[in-house]
Nanobody
Framework: QVQLVESGGGLVQPGGSLRLSCAAS????????MSWYRQAPGKERERVAT????????TYADSVKDRFTISRDNDKNTLYLQMNNLKPEDTAVYYC???????????WGQGTQVTVSS
């Protein structure tokens, strides 16, 4: 059974930091390109950051560049998102996503709420 379970969300003040984790099971995590997406109320889901299978290459949305860092630990089957200098506009549900370029399979987590407010 494939599972992606996010954790680490919560309420934080502007300028604060959070670290999201996504624990993967039921598939070959190390063979999947992994991403974080987010969806704010009334808005479409947007991709925040992506990391390649090896972890060498990362890409970010312009809105989070230089503030967020995506990383992965293939030994622990875990994806991370370090979020610094958080802003109210970062408030959203954050989702973990895995995608295989070979099989075209795609998996989603259930999401974790991040709220940035004073």
């Amino acid at each position: 059974q494939v599972q992606l379970v996010e954790s680490g969300g919560g309420l934080v003040q502007p300028g604060g930091s959070l670290r999201l984790s996504c624990a993967a099971s039921g598939f070959t995590f190390s063979s999947y390109v992994m991403s974080w997406y987010r969806q704010a109320p009334g808005k479409e889901r947007e991709r925040v950051a992506t990391i390649t299978v090896s972890g060498i290459t990362t890409t970010y949305a312009d809105s989070v560049k230089d503030r967020f860092t995506i990383s992965r630990d293939n030994d622990k089957n875990t994806l991370y998102l370090q979020m610094n200098n958080l802003k109210p506009e970062d408030t959203a549900v954050y989702y973990c996503n895995g995608w295989s370029s070979w099989s075209q399979y795609e998996y989603w987590g259930q999401g974790t709420q991040v709220t940035v407010s004073s």
